[in-house]
C-alpha cells in the first residue's frame, strides 16, 4: 500500500511539473515565433534590449498586418517592442470562419498574448481599429497595463463616418461624385472608385508618398476581416463594426493616456480631442502634416512624442 500511495505521489509531482514547464511563461527576448490561439497561430516579433516596461502594440485594420508600424521599433533601445499579427493576417494564419471575427475574440487573442510572455506591467499602444481593440481590452483586463496610448483613435464609428464625409467633400467634385455614386450601387470593385479611394488615402491615411515597402505589403496582405467587420474601404464601413461606439466608457480609463493624432487624419484632431475630454488628465498631440498612419508619414515626431510621453511617466 505504501509504494502504490508512493507511486502516486510521484506520478501526481511529475504530472504537475510538466503542465508548470509547458504553461511557463516565454521569456521577453529579441525574436519571432507564433502563439496558439483559438482559430490557429499568430506570429510575433520582439525587438530591444532595453529593460524598461514593454510596449505591447495593436494594429489597425481589422486585418492590417503590423509592418507599417516597423518605425516604433526605434524605441526598443531602452524597452521591449512586442509587435504580432492579429489572427487572419500578415504572418499569422488566415481565417474565413467569420465567428473568429469578433471583437471579443480579438480581446481574447490580446489577452493570450499577455499571458504567453506573462507580463506584469506594460504599456498597451493601440492604432486605429487598435483603439477598439486596445479600449475594449482594457475595460475587461486591466491588470498591469501602466499607461494606453490612442493613435489615431476610431473609438466612434459614427463620429468616424461624418468626419470622413467632410473630408471626401475636400476631393475633386469628379472624385466626390464617383464615389459617392458608387456607394449608391454598391459597385465597391469599379476603376473609378477605386481610384477615389486611393486618393482620399493619399490626402487621410499616408500622405508620404511613395508608400514605403511595409505599407505597400500591408495593403496586399490585408485579411478577410477587413471586408467583414468594416467594409470595402475606410469610409465605407458597413460590416460589423459600423455601430460602434465606446464613448459612454472613456470615462472609465484611470491610467496615464495619450491621443495621438495627424494634422490631415481621417481620425480629424476636434474628435480626437473629444475624446481626449472624456478621459480624465489625458493629453493630445497633433503630429504636423500627417495622416493617419503618423508614424509611416513622419516617424521621428511620432517616436518622440510617444518616447516623451512614456519617459514622462517613468521619472
Known amino acids: 500500500m505504501r509504494k502504490k500511495f508512493s507511486l502516486a505521489i510521484i506520478i501526481s509531482s511529475l504530472f504537475i511539473f510538466l503542465f508548470s514547464a509547458c504553461n511557463k511563461p516565454k521569456e521577453l527576448v529579441e525574436g519571432q515565433g507564433y502563439i496558439n490561439v483559438d482559430g490557429g497561430k499568430i506570429w510575433y516579433r520582439v525587438v530591444g534590449k532595453g529593460n524598461k516596461t514593454p510596449l505591447l502594440l495593436?494594429?489597425?485594420?481589422?486585418?492590417?498586418?503590423?509592418?507599417?508600424?516597423?518605425?516604433?521599433?526605434?524605441?526598443?533601445?531602452?524597452?521591449?517592442?512586442?509587435?504580432?499579427?492579429?489572427?487572419?493576417?500578415?504572418?499569422?494564419?488566415?481565417?474565413?470562419?467569420?465567428?473568429?471575427?469578433?471583437?471579443?475574440?480579438?480581446?481574447?487573442?490580446?489577452?493570450?498574448?499577455?499571458?504567453?510572455?506573462?507580463?506584469?506591467?506594460?504599456?498597451?499602444?493601440?492604432?486605429?481599429?487598435?483603439?477598439?481593440?486596445?479600449?475594449?481590452?482594457?475595460?475587461?483586463?486591466?491588470?498591469?497595463?501602466?499607461?494606453?496610448?490612442?493613435?489615431?483613435?476610431?473609438?466612434?464609428?459614427p463620429r468616424w463616418l461624418k468626419d470622413a464625409d467632410s473630408l471626401i467633400s475636400l476631393l475633386p467634385d469628379s472624385t466626390q461624385k464617383?464615389?459617392?455614386?458608387?456607394?449608391?450601387?454598391?459597385?465597391?470593385?469599379?476603376?473609378?472608385?477605386?481610384?477615389?479611394?486611393?486618393?482620399?488615402?493619399?490626402?487621410?491615411?499616408?500622405?508620404?508618398?511613395?508608400?514605403?515597402?511595409?505599407?505597400?505589403?500591408?495593403?496586399?496582405?490585408?485579411?478577410?476581416?477587413?471586408?467583414?467587420?468594416?467594409?470595402?474601404?475606410?469610409?465605407?464601413?458597413?460590416?460589423?463594426?459600423?455601430?460602434?461606439?465606446r464613448t459612454d466608457r472613456l470615462h472609465e480609463i484611470n491610467v496615464p493616456t495619450l491621443f495621438i493624432t495627424g494634422e490631415f487624419d481621417e481620425a480629424c484632431p476636434p474628435t480626437v480631442k473629444y475624446y481626449q475630454s472624456l478621459v480624465r488628465g489625458a493629453k493630445m498631440e497633433i503630429i504636423p502634416k500627417a495622416g493617419h498612419f503618423t508614424m509611416q508619414d513622419s516617424p521621428e515626431v511620432h517616436n518622440k512624442v510617444l518616447s516623451d510621453f512614456l519617459s514622462g511617466i517613468e521619472k
Not at 469599379?190 to 495593403?219: H, I, T
Not at 467587420?229 to 460589423?240: A, K
Request: proline share 5%.
Open 178 to 245: 464617383a464615389i459617392r455614386n458608387n456607394e449608391k450601387t454598391k459597385n465597391y470593385s469599379a476603376p473609378e472608385y477605386k481610384r477615389g479611394v486611393q486618393l482620399f488615402y493619399e490626402n487621410f491615411v499616408a500622405r508620404k508618398l511613395p508608400w514605403s515597402a511595409d505599407l505597400d505589403s500591408c495593403m496586399t496582405q490585408i485579411g478577410k476581416q477587413y471586408d467583414y467587420m468594416n467594409g470595402p474601404s475606410e469610409f465605407t464601413i458597413v460590416g460589423l463594426l459600423k455601430t460602434f461606439d
Open 58 to 157: 495593436l494594429h489597425g485594420g481589422p486585418g492590417m498586418p503590423s509592418y507599417y508600424l516597423k518605425p516604433l521599433g526605434e524605441l526598443g533601445s531602452d524597452r521591449k517592442i512586442i509587435f504580432f499579427d492579429q489572427l487572419g493576417c500578415g504572418k499569422s494564419d488566415r481565417i474565413a470562419d467569420t465567428t473568429l471575427m469578433t471583437v471579443d475574440h480579438y480581446v481574447e487573442e490580446v489577452n493570450k498574448v499577455v499571458q504567453y510572455f506573462g507580463l506584469k506591467e506594460y504599456y498597451l499602444y493601440g492604432q486605429s481599429w487598435g483603439t477598439m481593440l486596445g479600449t475594449e481590452f482594457y475595460l475587461k483586463h486591466p491588470q498591469g497595463i501602466k499607461a494606453i496610448i490612442l493613435s489615431s483613435p476610431a473609438i466612434s464609428i
